[in-house]
């Protein structure tokens, strides 16, 4: 895939995941706690776990992009085991289990979340600027479960904002079912 067309549509998801975020925020606490079912999380657990995987990865992408030597290529191509797992991210994905410690299910969450999550995606905008100076095949980032386990940085960068726009839109359908679940009262 041509590596220039790739980080724009991954800084247009970005910029969308923002907006929902300051969205998110412009809603009340009703809505923002509500529970569609007790096993599902609200909007504030999925943005919560969102910036849990944030303070994994934004900072071990940074560190990589650091470390690039190499100049940008005009093409970017995914490994298997990476390509795979920013696949598996896309919203309609297979369910995936969530460790314990990214869970927040269950925990007391405030909206101080959504500040935080606002806050990263302005900083992933900036990985992703810094990221078109270097070659996104060059370096491997170690993935959450496996500091051992690495995957291209174009691939760190596609699993992060594909697992963003999944719990995104898990957090638009816990609002829709909250003004639906009022209505109906």
């Not at 907006?19 to 998110?24: A, D, M, Q, T």
Request: hydrophobic content about 40%; some cysteine; charged content about 35%.
């Amino acid at each position: 895939m041509e590596t220039k067309t790739l980080l724009d549509e991954l800084k247009a998801m970005v910029r969308h995941h923002r907006e929902e975020g300051r969205r998110f925020e412009a809603l009340p606490d009703e809505i923002l706690q509500y529970k569609p079912e007790p096993t599902v999380w609200n909007v504030l657990e999925c943005v919560e776990h969102l910036n849990r995987y944030a303070e994994v990865y934004h900072p071990a992408i940074e560190k990589q992009i650091g470390k690039v030597d190499a100049a940008p290529t005009k093409t970017f191509k995914p490994g298997f085991l990476g390509g795979r797992l920013a696949k598996s991210m896309l919203p309609g994905g297979k369910k995936v289990r969530t460790f314990m410690k990214m869970n927040p299910g269950g925990q007391e969450v405030g909206r101080e979340v959504l500040d935080r999550f606002v806050a990263e995606r302005d900083r992933l905008e900036q990985l992703l600027d810094a990221a078109e100076k270097v070659d996104l095949n060059a370096v491997g980032v170690p993935i959450s479960v496996s500091r051992w386990v690495k995957i291209r940085l174009g691939d760190a960068l596609r699993l992060v904002i594909y697992h963003d726009q999944r719990h995104i839109e898990q957090a638009q359908r816990a609002v829709e079912r909250a003004r639906k679940d009022a209505r109906n009262g």
